[in-house]
């Protein structure tokens, strides 16, 4: 099993608020990725690797500027999938990266990074792949860093991911059906 606390510490050396925040919702996360593969046995999901993915999804939310969630960097919060992912791959966890970058939203393809002018490579995939990618995605969106007394049902999520269009809406539901 893969240290994944001490990858935390690294960048999270501080008890502060941002690090209980993180902390918390990748709990809630992992909690609810773990749940899905006992539920699902058939899916022989990777549960080891579930966790430590949940628990890495967010860690490159420090370099990003929302205040909301006491995170003062530079970088848009669109940004945290891509610099977390980058981060765990200088520690050559490749998969682990993945799941960083392709947890947000429900993914997000090629035709949104173009048509909403999101500050994202082009050449990057940002769409959940793997079984286990598209578990951490999916538990995620139940669980707000905003809020971490709340959790969401599935009708509050697909309220939530409605904005954002049709395409991620039809992958959310079909998610359910495997997941639920």
Request: glycine share 6%; aromatic share 8%.
């Amino acid at each position: 099993m893969m240290d994944y606390q001490a990858i935390i510490n690294e960048y999270y050396p501080s008890e502060n608020d941002l690090r209980r925040i993180l902390l918390t919702h990748s709990r809630q996360v992992a909690d609810r990725c773990l749940l899905i593969a006992h539920k699902h046995p058939e899916l022989k999901l990777d549960t080891e690797f579930l966790e430590e993915a949940a628990m890495l999804h967010d860690i490159g939310i420090f370099q990003c500027d929302a205040p909301s969630i006491q995170c003062f960097g530079t970088e848009p919060y669109i940004c945290h999938g891509m610099i977390g992912g980058r981060l765990l791959r200088e520690k050559g966890l490749v998969r682990h990266a993945q799941v960083c970058e392709r947890h947000t939203g429900t993914g997000i393809s090629r035709d949104q990074i173009q048509a909403q002018n999101l500050p994202l490579p082009l050449d990057g995939n940002y769409v959940p792949d793997t079984l286990e990618e598209q578990v951490v995605c999916y538990a995620d969106k139940f669980y707000s860093k905003t809020h971490l007394d709340r959790e969401r049902t599935v009708e509050q999520t697909a309220r939530s991911l409605e904005p954002f269009g049709e395409a991620g809406l039809k992958r959310f539901f079909q998610w359910v059906d495997i997941f639920e």
